[in-house]
Structure formats: structure tokens, C-alpha cells
């Protein structure tokens, strides 16, 4: 409860949407990830790629998996906005290196890019309106 006292007294731009749409969202791009992400480790364990492909995903997968603890847990808006940017750059990163091997990776991949383009910009704003 802590937590979410912390979060809501923070200054948020208007255009923030509801805290409720948050779980849903992620938990529909957690299965898209789930799916394509397994799919890339699948075919780098298989050789069908050079561990060098799954890289970004790897790291992409530490950087979201951080953005909760710097968040939430530490309540840092400036390393949680850092966190966010290395995630954005490691998906655009994952999506190109995958595509020439598996193209339906790189769209899939659509609606993460989406979310977490919106999600930077989100963060940043609220780093910023909270500095």
C-alpha cells in the first residue's frame, strides 16, 4: 500500500491512463513475449541463430524485468526512466536483429514497441513533472 500511496501522490501528465489498464496490457504483451521471445531462445539453442541475435532479448528481458524494483521497490523516477529507454533501444534492437531470420518475430513485436514508446514517454514526463 506503500507503494501505491508513493505512485498516486506523484505529478502525472493528463493524458496518463487509469492504473487499472496497466495489468491488462501487460499481461497481453507478457504472453506475446512469452510466445516470440521463447520462439528466439528455441531457435538459438537449435543453432538456427547465433546467440548473438538473442542477445537483445536477453537484455531487453532484464531491463523489463528491472523497471518494477527501480520503480516501485527503490521509487526512483530517474533510473526507472534510464531502465524504460534501455528497454525501448533493446526492443528496436531484438525486432531488427530477429528479422531476417524470422520476420513474424519483428511484428509481433508491434504492440510491445507501442506500449513501451508510450510507457517512455510516460516515464519521462513524470521523471521530469517530479524532479
Known amino acids: 500500500m506503500n ?9 502525472k501528465p493528463s493524458w496518463s491512463p487509469p492504473s487499472w489498464l496497466f495489468g491488462p496490457v501487460w499481461t497481453f504483451l507478457y504472453m506475446l513475449i ?12 537449435k543453432k538456427e ?18 523497471f518494477t524494483p527501480l520503480q516501485f521497490g527503490l521509487k526512483n523516477n530517474f533510473l526507472a526512466a534510464i531502465d524504460i529507454l ?5 526492443l528496436v534492437w531484438a525486432m531488427a536483429a530477429i528479422y531476417p531470420y524470422a520476420r513474424w518475430i519483428t511484428f509481433m513485436q508491434i504492440p510491445y514497441l507501442l506500449w513501451v514508446s508510450f510507457a517512455t514517454v510516460l516515464q519521462l514526463t ?6
Not at 34 to 45: D, L, R
Not at 50 to 66: D, E, G, M, Q
Not at 126 to 131: D, F
Open 3 to 11: 507503494t501505491y500511496n508513493w505512485y498516486s501522490q506523484l505529478i
Open 34 to 45: 512469452a510466445i516470440s521471445f521463447g520462439k528466439v531462445f528455441f531457435m538459438a539453442v
Open 49 to 66: 541463430i547465433t546467440w548473438l541475435v538473442a542477445l537483445p532479448f536477453i537484455l531487453n528481458l532484464i531491463f523489463n524485468f528491472s
Open 86 to 90: 534501455l528497454v525501448l533501444v533493446t
Open 126 to 131: 513524470i521523471t521530469y513533472l517530479n524532479r
